[in-house]
């Protein structure tokens, strides 16, 4: 008898942010940098490679009191609003940097008073002993969902035992703010320009996920911070799960037309490997 077939495990939605700057301080037509991180060995999603900041979302992010709190929320939908959030949250989190403003005013916060913030609420987050709700509330924040840039929307295919739903956003920096790894999660960090992370992992340098090296060729196109973000902006998104096709004793892998991306179609290793699909 043959044995039923395993259905693929539910994805779980998490949320990546794309943080990027001009790579000379102050001149916004200069090439745009994208702020990276190296995951720890020891996790098991894509330990070692060269990932954007990023995570799952929590139960938190879609909390109906922060709605109040989130910049330009009557134009965003619940649906989406919590994946935003979850990228402020997570970028927090990861890199230290806050894309909130104290309640009222138009200014990101600027890093002497975040300093406070973070020695606070940093650690507290990255444990789960505290949650975004509690930190927007203590703080008097408005969470800048209003910067967060909708990019791309991949996940993950149906033969890969660990699955998520991951939502992409680009943001620009806040120039006064430094990133940096949380030493945790990720153990290394980088500016980078796009088309240097992808030479460097052409050339055995750094390893890259397959949807990290599409988002990266897709964002060189952009050339500057102001570029990609405009380009993003009216850029349709077409939800991109790859898919495997055998052919000639090859495996290839798929992904949709119309999302944006060139070279739609990726040899698989001869050894039968997956090219992994996450940030």
Same mark, same amino acid.
């Given at each position: 008898?043959?044995?039923?077939?395993?259905?693929?495990?539910?994805?779980?939605?998490?949320?990546?942010?794309?943080?990027?700057?001009?790579?000379?301080?102050?001149?916004?037509?200069?090439?745009?940098?994208?702020?990276?991180?190296?995951?720890?060995?020891?996790?098991?999603?894509?330990?070692?490679?060269?990932?954007?900041?990023?995570?799952?979302?929590?139960?938190?992010?879609?909390?109906?009191?922060?709605?109040?709190?989130?910049?330009?929320?009557?134009?965003?939908?619940?649906?989406?609003?919590?994946?935003?959030?979850?990228?402020?949250?997570?970028?927090?989190?990861?890199?230290?940097?806050?894309?909130?403003?104290?309640?009222?005013?138009?200014?990101?916060?600027?890093?002497?008073?975040?300093?406070?913030? &973070? &020695?606070?609420?940093?650690?507290?987050?990255?444990?789960? &002993?505290?949650?975004?709700?509690?930190?927007? &509330?203590?703080?008097?924040?408005?969470?800048? *969902?209003?910067?967060?840039?909708?990019?791309?929307?991949?996940?993950?295919?149906?033969?890969?035992?660990?699955?998520?739903? *991951?939502?992409?956003?680009?943001?620009?920096?806040?120039?006064?703010?430094?990133?940096?790894?949380?030493?945790?999660?990720?153990?290394?960090?980088?500016?980078?320009?796009?088309?240097?992370?992808?030479?460097?992992?052409?050339?055995?340098?750094?390893?890259?996920?397959?949807?990290?090296?599409?988002?990266?060729?897709?964002?060189?196109?952009?050339?500057?911070?102001?570029?990609?973000?405009?380009?993003?902006?009216?850029?349709?998104?077409?939800?991109?799960?790859?898919?495997?096709?055998?052919?000639?004793?090859?495996?290839?892998?798929?992904?949709?037309?119309?999302?944006?991306?060139?070279?739609?179609?990726?040899?698989?290793?001869?050894?039968?490997?997956?090219?992994?699909?996450?940030?």
């Amino acid at each position: 008898m043959n044995e039923p077939k395993k259905e693929a495990p539910p994805p779980r939605p998490a949320t990546t942010v794309l943080l990027l700057r001009p790579s000379q301080p102050g001149d916004a037509a200069s090439p745009l940098e994208v702020f990276m991180v190296v995951r720890h060995h020891q996790i098991d999603s894509f330990s070692g490679a060269l990932v954007f900041p990023g995570g799952k979302l929590e139960d938190a992010d879609g909390s109906a009191s922060l709605r109040a709190r989130c910049g330009g929320a009557d134009a965003i939908g619940d649906a989406e609003l919590k994946f935003r959030v979850a990228g402020v949250r997570e970028a927090f989190e990861e890199c230290g940097v806050l894309l909130a403003r104290k309640r009222g005013q138009r200014a990101l916060i600027a890093a002497a008073d975040l300093k406070g913030i &973070e &020695e606070r609420w940093r650690a507290k987050l990255a444990k789960d &002993e505290a949650s975004i709700v509690d930190m927007v &509330e203590a703080e008097d924040l408005e969470i800048a *969902t209003d910067l967060m840039t909708p990019y791309a929307h991949w996940i993950t295919p149906t033969f890969v035992p660990k699955r998520f739903d *991951t939502w992409f956003f680009l943001a620009e920096a806040p120039e006064d703010q430094v990133a940096l790894h949380d030493g945790s999660e990720s153990t290394d960090s980088v500016w980078i320009g796009p088309q240097e992370a992808i030479d460097e992992a052409t050339a055995g340098k750094r390893t890259l996920v397959h949807a990290t090296t599409k988002n990266l060729e897709l964002l060189a196109e952009g050339k500057t911070v102001g570029g990609a973000i405009a380009a993003a902006k009216v850029r349709k998104i077409v939800t991109v799960q790859p898919w495997v096709e055998a052919r000639d004793g090859k495996k290839f892998l798929h992904i949709p037309e119309g999302a944006g991306y060139r070279n739609l179609i990726r040899e698989m290793p001869p050894s039968g490997g997956v090219p992994q699909t996450g940030r």
